[in-house]
């Protein structure tokens, strides 16, 4: 005697999962492994990679802003930054947007501040 009802029930929706997630995996995309890592720009500090300087990426787009920088062996400053990319020193070893230094906005990119 052949038993029917949940064995047949259970192997049916088993069955249905197996070929839903074989058809989701058919329709995944594959990226190819040669293909190169996007980069993404970050806003604020970024440090130096494969030879290229450490930077401040300003975000904003309508405001310059005091940043603070710290290097070493030399001393830490301030520094006024536009919207976009700004280079820094070679021995830069990070920056941020320094809100308590004369209000945070500043009016001529490159000024530079103790």
Request: glycine letters at 14%; one cysteine or more.
């Amino acid at each position: 005697m052949k038993l029917r009802g949940s064995l047949s029930g259970t192997t049916a929706r088993l069955g249905l999962a197996a070929v839903t997630l074989a058809g989701a995996l058919a329709c995944a995309t594959v990226v190819p492994a040669t293909a190169a890592p996007e980069r993404i720009q970050g806003c604020g500090w970024n440090e130096s990679r494969g030879g290229e300087r450490a930077y401040y990426e300003h975000c904003a787009t309508n405001t310059n802003v005091w940043i603070q920088v710290t290097r070493f062996p030399r001393s830490n400053y301030h520094r006024c930054v536009g919207p976009g990319r700004t280079n820094l020193d070679f021995d830069a070893t990070g920056a941020w947007y320094d809100s308590g230094y004369r209000g945070g906005l500043c009016s001529h990119p490159g000024d530079t501040g103790p």
